[in-house]
């Protein structure tokens, strides 16, 4: 799943999405606190203390593409905290390195000179040119003005360069012309691209989209590449680490997808692992076949696991996708790791089991199920009872077991919503609700699925087509544009987000952008009094110092009281034009709330008692993030007898069981 859908899903209340982007950026976020402070268990408490932080707010985040930039400030703000409780304040971490060799090594000079700048400069340098952000998203990680950040970034480059001229006339094996540190990142950068033109054979129709070098202090640094048709339908996305290793290769392309001979299984198979030892000779020594799996337009998934204890390690191994013409149209490779210690004894199910009876309870709530999820209920609301805590995992290894931390819920005072007594036009096209003007222009139409993705930009915009970095990429895509999607069933906008600033003559107070955000509500739902409560202010205060926006969250609920899990509205109303920014609305037809039941037909204990009869536990290997090194432990994790997969709910109607495989 790709990281936009993550953090979406997160946004959207999914736990499960919330843990794997956190999984994905941490090695990130405690490089980030290792600016600030020297001790690792001191970084460990402070990306932990941000963790939480974070998962309260994230359904605040208004743009998917800002989750590392947003999380990023957030150990940021940890990490002053951090220090300020600790009354001092250590300057960015300057460990010992060793000196640089006679044959000038680039990136080992790099780490030396950064090392010897100022507290500020460094931290500008690091998040610039080691971090990949951009001045304005600096200045607002640090909460300084934009053109002291300049100043910072300036003072630092032109210390570098005094730096990297004297190791130059030091080492007799470097030649002219000397280099400057945007020349060295971009040398490095250009001989990996190099690395991924000779793995893939661009066709001349593509062009380049992404071509970034992120380098990070403790892990080896990563190359992307990205080059796409002029229509953006089909792409080709490479990563390499530092050393020119291929990490991934995704080839999309119509071709891929006509009809195809079909090869066999075994063709398959033989065509996979002769690439996996191509690029990584003694992989197939360690890893083994461990799934097959059909995928659509005649695809196969191969997953080779590192197996230990007889379970596949996490986040080891890779997978390859090949289609019917034998070419490896999808890969991704995840490494093989230190092999972890196994425990001597593992904890007793019955143990489990005792501990479950003591601390669960079991809330009705009222869930909707998608299409993909449960056919049985798809497009469906329905009444179920949830096991609380909802995250059931312990650490096999402890004989006395207590449940692995759950995050708790977001609690907050909320408030019921009086009906309105004004009369508003219902009737309104999609460009009247989301407020797109006469100058723009539509760019972009993309079918997600369940809804149509539109975006609009004023006609006269003018592209950079020279910035190839990630961060370009993504401001090509957002800069100055309005972003919409439409529930393909109802026609209804499901929610959209401005991109490009409005600014007014307005100072409207919180009460005169509720009275704004009511009149929109009354437009998307106009029974909106009976299904939605107002989160109370003293608990939906935006971590953002943002004073030109007012941010209302609301719950969703039937008229008989019961949540919605996962359905929060928010609409951001322009304090200074009296227009909505942003919105998100419900993800069903508000209709279906009328019909739901009243009371559930089975009791809570009756509840308990079905979920106890089916109740088993499931081994994997985790890893431990609390650990300052990379380590992995085994979990036992709640799941079902038979299917083994997660017990989600109880039907609180039928008393069916509902499990997922996540």
């Known amino acids: 799943m790709k990281t936009l859908e993550l953090v979406q899903q997160a946004i959207n209340g999914d736990k499960q999405a919330f843990q794997q982007l956190i999984r994905e950026v941490r090695p990130k976020l405690v490089r980030i606190a290792g600016y600030y402070v020297k001790n690792e268990y001191d970084m460990a408490d402070i990306v932990q203390e941000a963790t939480f932080k974070a ?4 359904h605040k985040l208004k743009n998917p593409n800002y989750f590392l930039t947003w999380i990023t400030r957030i150990v940021i703000n940890c990490a002053f905290d951090f220090l300020k409780k600790q009354k001092q304040h250590n300057p960015l971490s300057q460990k010992e390195e060793p000196s640089v060799d006679p044959a000038f090594d680039i990136q080992l000079y790099m780490k030396e000179a950064v090392a010897k700048l100022t507290e500020k400069q460094r931290q500008v340098i690091v998040l610039k040119y080691f971090e990949d952000l951009t001045i304005q998203e600096i200045a607002k990680l640090l909460d300084a003005p934009l053109g002291t950040v300049k100043t910072y970034l300036h003072k630092g480059l032109a210390q570098l360069r005094k730096e990297l001229h004297v190791v130059q006339e030091k080492s007799p094996k470097v030649t002219e012309p000397k280099l400057t540190i945007e020349e060295a990142i971009k040398m490095v950068k250009d001989e990996l691209k190099n690395r991924a033109l000779s793995i893939l054979e661009i066709p001349k129709h593509f062009s380049p989209v992404i071509e970034d070098y992120i380098k990070h202090e403790k892990e080896k640094g990563e190359a992307f590449f990205t080059w796409s048709t002029e229509d953006e339908e089909e792409n080709i996305e490479i990563t390499l680490n530092e050393d020119g290793d291929l990490l991934s290769l995704t080839i999309d392309m119509k071709e891929m997808t006509e009809e195809q001979v079909e090869m066999t299984l075994e063709e398959k198979r033989n065509r996979a692992e002769a690439f996996l030892t ?8 360690t890893l083994r076949l461990f799934q097959e799996k059909k995928l659509e337009n005649g695809v196969t998934r191969f997953n080779y696991e590192q197996i230990v204890f007889n379970l596949p390690l996490n986040l080891a191994g890779c997978y390859i996708d090949v289609n019917n013409k034998g070419i490896i149209v999808n890969f991704r490779y995840h490494g093989i790791k230190p092999v972890p210690n196994i425990p001597k004894e593992l904890v ?11 601390q669960l309870s079991f809330k009705l709530q009222l869930v909707y199920f998608p299409e993909g999820v449960y056919d049985k209920y798809a497009k469906k609301l329905r009444l179920v009872y949830e096991h609380t805590p909802s995250y059931l995992k312990f650490r096999a290894g402890d004989l006395e077991p207590n449940l692995l931390v759950d995050i708790e819920e977001e609690g907050g005072k909320y ?19 989301v407020g797109v003007t006469s100058e723009m222009e539509i760019i972009r139409e993309v079918d997600w699925g369940s809804e149509i993705g539109k975006v609009w930009r004023e006609r006269d915009w003018q592209e950079d087509h020279e910035d190839l970095s990630l961060n370009g990429y993504f401001e090509r895509r957002n800069e100055e544009t309005v972003k919409a999607f439409i529930n393909k069933e109802t026609g209804k906008v499901a929610k959209f987000m401005w991109f490009k600033e409005r600014k007014g003559e307005l100072q409207l107070t919180r009460e005169e952008c509720l009275e704004k955000a009511v009149d929109f509500l009354q437009i998307m739902i106009p029974d909106y009094h009976l299904y ?6 003293e608990f ?32 951001a109303v322009n304090c200074t034009t009296g227009e909505i920014d942003h919105y998100s609305g419900l993800s069903f037809d508000v209709g279906l709330l009328s019909k739901v039941p009243s009371k559930p037909s089975i009791s809570e204990e009756e509840a308990r008692r079905i979920y106890f009869d089916h109740l088993d536990f499931q081994l994997s290997w985790q890893t431990d993030y609390e650990s300052n090194e990379e380590k992995r432990y085994l979990e036992y994790e709640v799941c ?11 039907d609180a109607l039928t008393g069916e069981l509902l499990c997922s495989e996540i």
């Not at 998962?55 to 994230?58: K, R």
């Not at 205060?541 to 009281?561: A, L, Y």
């Not at 899990?565 to 609409?571: A, G, P, T």
């Open 55 to 58: 998962y309260m707010a994230i």
């Open 278 to 285: 191509d690029h990584y000779p003694d992989a197939l020594r």
């Open 348 to 358: 007793a199910k019955e143990a489990l089991v005792d501990k479950l009876k003591e």
């Open 415 to 433: 408030i019921p919503l009086a009906p309105s007594n004004k009369k508003i036009i219902q009737r309104r096209s999609i460009e009247e609700i």
């Open 532 to 537: 939605l409560d107002l989160l109370d202010r």
């Open 540 to 571: 939906d205060k935006d971590d953002e110092d943002n004073s030109q926006k007012e941010v209302f969250t609301f719950k969703v609920k039937s008229q008989s009281g019961y949540p919605v899990f996962l359905e929060i509205i928010h609409i």
């Open 640 to 650: 079902a007898k038979d299917s083994k997969k997660k017990i989600r709910y109880i």
